[in-house]
C-alpha cells in the first residue's frame, strides 16, 4: 500500500502527482498530513510541495489540452471531496498518457466524473455571486458571511472585484472560517478575531451597523413581498431555485424584515 | 430616504409586477474608471419569488399616473387605486443602494404615461442619465413609451443596456379594442428607430473602440397572453416576424391575469393560463435555437400548441416519418429535432462520437435523457420499438401516461388536491 502525504494545497497535490509518476508507483491513497491516520503497514511517502514539479505537471495539462481543463482541476479540488486526490491523479495520468486531448471524452469514468464534480462547484460559485448580501457597517465596509458547501469563495473574488471597486469589503466564509478583504486597493485574505458577527444567521451586531443599513434591508424585503404574482404562486420552482440552506443569510428572507406601515 | 420612499415602493413595486421580463443579460459594460458596478452577459438572478421567478433587476414605476386606459392594465386611468411618483433622485438612490449590497444586476423603469408621451419618457431619461452620472455601470432597462421623439429614444439608449417597447396584444384590431390610444404603429416604428440605431452603432463601434454604446443588450417586448382571442399561430408569427425583422433579442409571453374583471371586454379567466404561456417560451426556443421555423410548429392546420405534449414532440409526431434518425450519423441539426434531447445533450454527442460508436449506455453516461428520446433514434444495442413501430399515438400515449408531475403543471394540481382536501 502506497500512501502519499501532502499538505493540503493545490501546489501540494501537483507536486504530489509529479513524484508518484517520477517514481513510476501509482498511488493507493492520497491524503492531507492533517488527516492522515498512521498505518503501519503502508508505504508512506512524505511529500515537499515544490513549486517547479507543480509547474511541471501544470505545463504539461495545458499543452496537452487547454487552459479550460486546468481550471477544471483546480475547481474539482476546491470541492475538497473524500476522494478528489485520486481522482485528480487519475484525471491527469490518463491526460499525460494519452497522446490526443481527452477532455471531452465523457465515456471515460474519470473525465466524466471530474467533470461533473466541477460542474457542482462552478454551481456553488455562481451561488456565492448570486446569494451574497452585504451589510453595510459604521465605517463603511460592506460585510458578508456566506456558508458555501465547496470552498469557493476564491474563485468568486475577482468578480466582486471588479463589480464593486469603489467599495470596502468582506467576503467570510463562515464554514472554513477564513474571508477576503477588499480595501479599495487589493484583496488580502482574512480571519475575522471579533465577536460582531453572529456565525449563524451571519448578521452583524447592530452597534456596529451603518445607520441607514435596517432600512435598505426593510425596503429590500418590501421590494421581494410586493413584486410577488400571488396568482402565479409555485413554492415547488421557489425552492428549487432558492434552496433553504441559503435563506438565513437573506435579508427578503428574514420576517424581521417586515415593514410595518401606517 | 423613509416612510414615504417605503410607501411609495409599494404602490410603484405593484404596479410595475406584472411585467415579466427580469434579464439582466446580454450587456457587458465595464467597471470604468473604478466606479460602482459591471453587467455580466450571461446576466444574474439575486433571489426567487414565490411564484418562482427570477429577481435580477429592481422593477419599478416611475410613476402609476396614466391618462390612458388600456383594459388589462391595473393603472389604467379610470381605476381608483392609490397614485404615486417617485422623483428621479430617489429612483437612482434605491438603485444604487440596492445594488451595492448584492441585492441586484441593476435597474429595469417603466411609467404610465404622465401630460404626454415625451413628457413621461425625458424623466425616465433623466433617471438613467443620472445614474451613469454617479459612475453606475450596472444594467439599466429602460421601456420606452410609445410615441415619444425618437431624440429621446435616442438618449434613452445611449444609457441604458436594455430597451422595450411592449406589444402586449398580438393583433392589431384586439389592441385597438383594449387600447384605443395604442397601433401597431405607435409601437413599430420606435422598434425599427431602435434597431436602426443599434445596427449603426455595432458599425461605429467596429470602426471606434470607444464610440458610446447604444443599447447594447438590443430590444425585447412583451406579449400578453389570453386577453384576447389570438391564438397561437397569431402569437408565434408576429414573435417570428419580430425577431426577424426588429433584431429583437427577447418576446417575453405573459399569462394574463385578470385585474381589471369590471371590464366585459376581457374574459372571465379562473386562472392565468401558465400552461400556454409555458408551450409558447417552448416554442420560442424551438424558433431561435433549435432551427425550427415557425411554420413548422404552428401553421393552419395546427394553429394552437398542444398543452399536453411539449412544442417539439408534438412536431414530431406529426412527422413520423422522419425518425428514427440513427444517433452515430445524423447531422447535429437533426439530432436536435429529436424530443427531449437538448443543444447541451447533442452537443456531447457529436463530441462523443468521435471517440467510439455511440451504444445506449454511452449515451445514459453522458447524460443524455432517453425517456422521450429513444423512441425516435437508433443506436447501437437499441433494442426499444421506436415510433414506426409503435406509431405516433402509441408513443403519445406511453409519454403521457408515465409522465411525472411537471412543474408547469404545478399552479393547476394544487388546486386540485385542495378540492378534496375541503370535503
Ligand atoms: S399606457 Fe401603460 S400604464 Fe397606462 S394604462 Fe396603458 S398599459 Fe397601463
Not at chain 1, 83 to 107: A, C, G, H, Q, R
Not at chain 1, 125 to 131: A, G
Not at chain 1, 141 to 156: E, G, H, M, Q, R
Not at chain 2, 33 to 57: V, Y
Request: charged share 25%.
Amino acid at each position: 500500500m502506497n500512501i502519499f502525504i501532502y499538505d493540503q494545497t493545490f501546489e501540494g497535490l501537483l507536486t504530489t502527482i509529479y513524484e508518484a509518476i517520477e517514481l513510476k508507483v501509482r498511488p493507493d491513497k492520497i491524503v492531507s498530513a492533517k488527516s492522515f491516520q498512521d498505518d503501519l503497514f503502508a508505504i508512506k511517502n512524505y511529500v515537499t510541495t515544490d513549486h517547479a514539479k507543480f509547474e511541471s505537471i501544470w505545463n504539461q495539462v495545458n499543452k496537452k489540452t487547454t487552459q479550460q481543463v486546468c481550471q477544471r482541476i483546480f475547481q474539482a479540488f476546491l470541492s475538497e471531496g473524500p476522494d478528489i486526490e485520486m481522482l485528480i491523479y487519475n484525471y491527469i495520468k490518463l491526460i499525460i498518457d494519452t497522446p490526443y486531448n481527452i477532455e471531452v471524452n465523457f465515456s471515460d469514468n474519470f473525465v466524466l466524473k471530474l467533470t461533473n464534480i466541477q460542474k457542482k462547484v462552478g454551481r456553488e460559485t455562481q451561488r456565492v455571486i448570486m446569494f451574497v448580501r452585504f451589510q453595510k457597517t459604521i465605517d463603511d465596509i460592506y460585510y458578508a458571511s456566506f456558508d458555501p458547501k465547496y470552498n469557493v469563495i476564491p474563485l468568486t473574488i475577482s468578480h466582486f472585484r471588479n463589480r464593486f471597486a469603489d467599495q470596502k469589503w468582506v467576503i467570510f466564509d463562515t464554514r472554513r472560517k477564513y474571508g477576503y478583504y477588499y480595501d479599495l486597493n487589493e484583496v488580502r485574505e482574512v480571519t475575522i478575531g471579533n465577536q460582531k458577527v453572529n456565525n449563524n444567521s451571519g448578521k452583524v451586531e447592530n452597534d456596529i451597523l451603518h445607520v441607514s443599513e435596517k432600512l435598505f434591508q426593510k425596503l429590500w424585503k418590501s421590494y421581494y413581498d410586493t413584486i410577488n404574482i400571488k396568482e402565479r404562486k409555485n413554492l415547488k420552482v421557489h425552492m428549487q431555485f432558492l434552496p433553504k440552506r441559503f435563506w438565513k443569510f437573506l435579508p427578503e428572507k428574514d420576517f424581521k424584515n417586515k415593514m410595518v406601515l401606517s | 430616504m423613509k416612510e414615504e420612499t417605503a410607501n411609495k415602493l409599494k404602490i410603484l413595486v405593484g404596479a410595475a409586477k406584472y411585467d415579466v421580463s427580469c434579464a439582466s443579460s446580454g450587456s457587458n459594460r465595464p467597471n470604468k474608471g473604478k466606479g460602482l458596478g459591471n453587467t455580466a452577459p450571461w446576466g444574474i438572478c439575486h433571489s426567487f419569488t414565490e411564484d418562482g421567478r427570477c429577481i435580477s433587476l429592481i422593477k419599478l414605476m416611475l410613476t402609476n399616473y396614466c391618462i390612458y386606459d388600456c383594459a388589462y392594465c391595473a393603472n389604467r386611468n379610470s381605476n381608483d387605486i392609490p397614485r404615486s411618483t417617485f422623483t428621479v433622485k430617489e429612483v437612482a438612490d434605491l438603485t444604487i443602494e440596492f445594488y451595492r449590497r448584492n441585492y441586484i444586476e441593476g435597474l429595469f423603469l417603466s411609467s404610465g404615461v404622465i401630460k404626454n408621451p415625451d413628457y413621461t419618457m425625458e424623466r425616465m431619461v433623466r433617471v438613467a442619465k443620472e445614474l451613469r452620472n454617479r459612475n453606475y455601470n450596472g444594467y439599466i432597462h429602460l421601456k420606452s413609451i410609445p410615441g415619444a421623439s425618437e431624440e429621446l429614444q435616442q438618449l434613452a439608449g445611449m444609457y441604458a443596456d436594455r430597451l422595450s417597447v411592449n406589444i402586449e396584444i398580438a393583433t392589431e384590431p384586439n389592441l385597438k379594442m383594449l387600447a384605443p390610444e395604442k397601433n401597431f404603429k405607435s409601437i413599430l416604428n420606435p422598434m425599427k428607430f431602435i434597431r436602426n440605431k443599434i445596427i449603426e452603432n455595432k458599425e461605429e463601434r467596429r470602426k471606434f473602440k470607444h464610440a458610446p454604446r447604444f443599447s447594447p443588450a438590443g430590444q425585447s417586448t412583451q406579449l400578453i397572453i389570453g386577453a384576447t382571442p389570438d391564438n397561437d399561430k397569431h402569437i408565434l408569427t408576429l414573435a417570428g416576424g419580430l425577431y426577424n425583422s426588429k433584431n429583437l433579442k427577447r418576446v417575453y409571453y405573459s399569462g394574463f391575469i385578470p385585474v381589471n374583471d369590471y371590464d366585459k371586454r376581457l374574459p372571465a379567466l379562473q386562472e392565468p393560463p401558465l400552461k400556454r404561456e409555458n408551450r409558447l417560451y417552448q416554442a420560442d426556443w424551438l424558433f431561435r435555437f433549435y432551427g425550427f421555423s415557425i411554420n413548422e410548429i404552428v401553421n393552419d392546420d395546427h394553429p394552437d400548441l398542444d398543452l399536453e405534449i411539449d412544442p417539439k414532440l408534438s412536431y414530431a409526431l406529426r412527422n413520423p416519418w422522419l425518425f428514427p434518425i440513427d444517433i452515430n450519423k445524423a447531422s447535429y441539426e437533426t439530432i436536435l429535432r429529436v424530443p427531449g434531447i437538448g443543444v447541451l445533450s447533442a452537443k456531447k454527442i457529436l463530441l462523443a462520437r468521435r471517440y467510439k460508436s455511440l451504444d445506449i449506455n454511452n449515451l445514459k453516461k453522458i447524460g443524455v435523457v432517453l425517456k422521450r428520446a429513444k423512441y425516435f433514434i437508433t443506436c447501437k444495442e437499441l433494442k426499444e420499438p421506436t415510433i414506426n413501430e409503435l406509431k405516433p399515438e402509441g408513443v403519445r400515449g406511453i409519454l403521457l401516461h408515465h409522465e411525472k408531475p411537471k412543474l408547469s403543471n404545478y399552479v393547476t394540481q394544487h388546486k386540485q388536491l385542495s378540492l378534496f382536501s375541503t370535503n
